[in-house]
């Protein structure tokens, strides 16, 4: 499969946990939790990304991921793998 | 008087005042909108529209119609709340904005919350339990963990308005309600400057819904108008309903100092009873409840107004009540009312919402009456609030909730004058 994009992630976190507060988020360095994401935001995301995209990702690296560009980079080098 | 001895109100009381009250109910979402339906008989008991109820024996509910989610919520909190709570949430915004309060910075120690719920997220919880059996266990939301669960609301409402002080959850079926605003005041007495605390509900899901008739009370009347007839001679039974009220509760002096805008009136005293068990001699535990809140509240029978009924609507539960209200007050001594009948019983928001209604009774001077039933049994002995409202002033009402297998709660409310 292509690379996931920013923007697939975004529409997976919105779906699952609902939109950023205050700005949006496009791959900058903004974190999660600037972002207004928290642990269960991020657990809920990585749920889905499995179920749509076959990617599995362990919860702890999931957590450690601070921003979306971390968890975006993450996630294709685990579909890569 | 027959029974334990009455506790009198506690030295060095410390008055505790309701500043603020929101209100999302069937017949009325906000509270003006819910009190002028009141007084002119608008009911918010209709068939269920929620769900397609053709394969149900019943067919009646309470439901709030015209609540739009987004228009009052972050879109951030949309996938993590039940309706329940997003009616919740709402609802203490309104009281909070209504006594004035921007709780501020998010470290605010001094407001607490504490809130009744009997059902829990049932809404939500359905839906999942149907990605569980229909896709498998990964497929459910990570947020049901709390989305169903009684306390969820406290901690929302908690969360949302940065509130750090005491929080807690009652569940007392469906007398919770008044238990919370008592443990609300007995928190303010123990030196917190606030509390948000009341009670709502929504169980109107197919699931929760038919989860509702298990207790075997539910009216299987189809007629809107006939279906909860509380104290009538022809009463069959109650129509679920969702909602219910928050309301900011503060001491009297914390009030004053801060300049309030408004004092609704006094939360005067508080008791809660359980019942002895099926079987059992003694008698049920209600009019010793309220007797105890009369007490604590300093007064006597005699120096109440008006009572808002728990109004089971089932024969033999009217009459509990009611031989309990006219052993305590003496027959048709004291009005007797039901606006519940408007909404359905909305579990642990009812008791909450019955305390508004009454602080906006001694507000406006005016008593509103028990839509729908018109045919009360003389032997009840009491004065049923009928037909229209009943013009009279109102300084002290007595609240009482009962929830089922022997939940009783009170609460008497007065006009405040410092």
Redesign the interface.
Known sequence: MSALSIDDLRRVLVECAGEAEGAEFDGDGRTFEELGYDSLALIETAARLKQRYGIDLDDGDVMAAETPAALLSLANAAARS | MSGPAVRPAPAGHVPTVVTGVGVAAPNGLGTEEYWRNVLEGRSGITEMTRFDASGYPFKLAGQITGFVAEDHL???????TDVSTRLALATADWALADAAVEPGDGENYDMGVITSNATGGFEFTHREFHKLWDQGP??V???E?FAWFYAVNTGQISIRNGLRGPGAALVGEQAGGLDALGHACRTVREGTGLVISGGVDSALDPWGYLSQFAGGLVSAESDPRRAYLPFDAAAGGYVPGEGGAVLVVESAEAAERRGAPRIYGEIAGYAAAFDPPPGSDRPPALRHTAEQAIARAGLRPGDIDVVFADAAGVPRLDLAEAQAISGLFGPGAVPVTAPKALTGRLYAGGGPLDVVTALLSIRDGVIPPTAHTSDVPGSYGIDLVVGEPRALPVSTALVVARGRHGFNAAVVVRAWTN
Request: hydrophobic letters at 30%; aromatic letters at 16%.
């Open positions: 972050p879109a951030r909190l949309l996938p993590q990964s497929y939301s990570v947020y963990s």
